[in-house]
C-alpha cells in the first residue's frame, strides 16, 4: 500500500489519495482538515519536524525515515515516508510531494523476531542454568563416589582383597564414565549457546602430539596395538588453535581410533600442509570401520551409530563437540571410512607461526627437590565444607599424613572464626556453602590481618570456567574441582605447603 499525499509548508495535507485515506482509516474531507504532525507519534515527531524545517531552511530538498503514526482507531501504524520539496522562483518551498508506505507486516515480523530471539536466548539461559545446576548437584555426590573409591583402591594400610579391588575399580570406571558424559553435554551446552571462551595461539603440533601419545600408551597397551607418531619426527609444525580446546578434539580421535580398532591393529597420527595456510593432521586407525549409512549420522549428539549394544565405553557426544570446536577455531573435520579396513579422521585448522615463547618445559623443572622444602612438625589446613560426605574424605585422604592437622567447619561463619584464632596454614574453602558463599567468605578473610596472607584453595562442584576465573579474580591460589582427584588433591597441598615459610 502505498499513499501519496501533497503537503503544505504549514504541514497541512492539500492533496490525498484514497490509498492514503484508507491507511489512516480517514475519509478525504475530515484527512484534509487535520495536519500531519497531528498524527505523527509523540516520540517520532522531533526527528520529522528537524528534518522538515531542514528543507524551509534550504537545507536540503526532501528527505526519508520511517516513523509512527496513530490510525483512526488509535493503534500504532508504521510507515516509510519519502518527502520531497517543489520550491517557488524565489527558492522558497511551495508544496511537499510525499509517498509513504505502508512497512506494518515488515514492522510485525521484525518485532516477532526480536520476540522470538529474546525467548530464545530466555531458553538458552535456562538451560545453561539447569546444566550449571544439574552438573553441581551430580558432582556433588562424585565427590564422595570417586574419592573414596580411589581411597579405597591407594590405601596401603588396608589392602583390598582381589574381589574387592575389582569391586572398587568398577566403582571408579563407572564414576569416571559419569563425570565424562557431565562436562561432554556441559560442553556442548556452552558451544551451542555461543559461550565458550577460546584462547588462540600458536601451537607446536609436534610437541603436542608427543603429549597425546604419551597420555594414551595406557589404553594402548591395554588392547595391544600399534602407534606410529609421524609428526613427532618431522620439522617443527604450527597450527592456530585453543591449545586446551585442540588437545581435547584430538584426545577424542586418538581414543576412539584406540577403542574402536581390532587386537594388534594400529593407530597412526600425521600431519601434512595444505597449501600456504593450512595444516591436515590424520588419525588413522585399522578398525572396523564405518558404513555409509552411519556416516550420515556421524557427528549427531547422542548417536552411537550401535555401539551401545557393545561393551565399548562412549557417551555419542565427543564427534559432536570435536566438529563444533573445530568450526570455532576455524577448522574442519573430515572422515574416510571403509567397513572392515578401518578409518581416517583429518582435522584441517590454520598454519601457524614459531611461537619460542613458549618453548617445551621440562616437568623436572616445576618439581621442587626434597632438600630444598621447607618442612614442619604439623601444618595446620582448614576445611569449610557443609557436605558431611565431603568432609569424611578429606579426613581420610590426610588422616595418613602426620604432619597435618585439619580443621573442619561446615559454613563459612564458622570457617572464618576458626581461621582467626588457629591461623591455619592452608584453607580449603568450598563455594556452595549455606548462609554466607566461598566467595563472600574470601573476601573477609582477605580483610583480617589473621588470614590476609593464608593462601585458599577453592574446592568446588562449580565446574564452569566463568566460576572459576570469578574465584581465581577473588584471590583463591587454586581452584579444584568435584569430584576430586586424588594426586591432583595432595599436589595442590603439597605445592603450598611444602613451600610456605615456616614461620607464615
Given at each position: ?151 579405597l583402591k591407594s590405601d596401603p594400610e588396608e ?169 570455532q577455531m576455524d577448522g574442519a573435520v573430515e ?66 599424613r602426620k604432619d597435618v592437622k585439619l580443621l ?97
Open positions: 500500500l502505498v499513499g501519496i499525499a501533497i503537503t503544505s509548508p504549514e504541514k497541512g495535507w492539500l492533496e490525498v489519495n484514497d490509498r492514503l485515506c484508507e491507511f489512516f482509516g480517514y475519509p478525504r474531507d475530515e484527512l484534509t482538515r487535520m495536519t500531519w504532525a497531528e498524527l505523527t507519534h509523540p516520540e517520532d515527531l522531533e526527528a520529522d519536524v528537524a528534518e522538515f524545517n531542514k528543507v524551509l531552511e534550504g537545507k536540503s530538498d526532501g528527505y526519508s525515515m520511517e516513523k509512527r503514526f496513530f490510525h483512526r482507531n488509535g493503534e500504532v501504524i508504521f510507515a516509510e515516508i519519502s518527502a520531497r520539496c517543489v520550491r517557488k522562483p524565489d527558492g522558497m518551498v511551495d508544496y511537499f510531494v510525499a509517498l509513504v508506505q505502508d512497512i506494518n507486516d515488515r514492522k510485525k515480523a521484525e518485532q516477532g523476531m526480536i520476540l522470538a530471539k529474546e525467548e530464545a536466548e530466555q531458553a538458552s539461559n535456562a538451560k545453561s542454568e539447569f546444566l550449571s545446576q544439574m552438573s553441581h548437584e551430580l558432582r556433588t555426590p562424585l565427590n564422595a563416589i570417586l574419592g573414596f573409591g580411589q581411597v589392602p583390598l582383597t582381589e574381589f574387592q579391588g575389582q569391586g572398587v575399580q568398577e566403582i571408579l570406571k563407572a564414576g569416571h564414565h559419569l563425570l565424562e558424559l557431565i562436562n561432554e553435554i556441559l560442553d556442548l551446552s556452552r558451544i551451542e549457546s555461543g559461550k565458550l571462551t577460546l584462547s588462540i595461539e600458536d601451537i607446536n603440533l609436534n610437541q603436542l602430539s608427543r603429549e597425546l601419545m604419551t597420555f594414551c600408551q595406557p589404553m594402548i597397551k591395554k588392547v595391544d596395538l600399534n602407534t606410529v607418531n609421524s609428526i613427532s619426527n618431522e620439522d617443527d609444525i604450527y597450527v592456530k588453535a585453543d591449545r586446551v580446546r585442540l588437545k581435547q578434539v584430538l584426545l577424542n580421535l586418538l581414543t576412539n581410533a584406540i577403542k574402536y580398532n581390532r587386537p594388534g591393529g594400529s593407530v597412526t597420527l600425521a600431519a601434512s600442509l595444505i597449501g600456504n595456510s593450512r595444516v591436515k593432521i590424520d588419525i588413522s586407525d585399522t578398525g572396523i570401520g564405518i558404513s555409509g549409512e552411519n556416516m550420515e549420522n556421524l557427528f549427531q549428539p547422542f548417536n552411537r551409530l550401535g555401539s551401545e549394544k557393545t561393551d565399548i565405553e562412549g557417551t555419542g557426544i565427543g564427534l559432536t563437540i570435536t566438529k563444533k570446536l573445530l568450526e572422515v574416510e571410512s571403509a567397513i572392515g579396513e578401518g578409518s581416517t579422521f583429518s582435522v584441517l585448522l590454520p598454519l601457524g607461526e614459531p611461537d619460542h615463547s613458549h618453548e617445551e618445559v621440562a616437568m623436572h623443572e616445576h618439581v621442587i627437590e626434597k632438600s630444598k622444602m621447607n618442612t614442619k612438625e604439623q601444618w595446620v589446613v582448614l576445611y569449610v565444607e557443609d557436605n558431611p560426605a565431603n568432609l569424611n574424605l578429606v579426613r581420610h585422604i590426610l588422616r595418613r573442619t567447619a561446615p559454613d563459612a561463619k564458622l570457617g572464618i572464626e576458626l581461621a582467626r584464632a588457629h591461623r591455619p596454614d592452608l584453607i580449603l574453602l568450598d563455594i556452595n556453602l549455606p548462609g554466607m558463599d566461598g566467595i563472600t567468605a574470601m573476601g573477609h578473610l582477605k580483610e583480617m590481618s589473621e588470614t590476609r596472607g593464608t593462601p585458599v584453595i577453592a574446592v568446588s562442584a562449580n565446574a564452569l570456567p566463568k566460576d572459576i576465573q570469578k574465584a581465581l579474580n577473588a584471590g583463591f591460589v587454586n581452584y579444584l574441582t568435584k569430584p576430586v582427584d586424588l594426586e591432583e588433591f595432595n599436589l595442590a597441598i603439597v605445592q603450598i605447603l611444602e613451600n610456605k615459610p615456616v614461620d607464615g
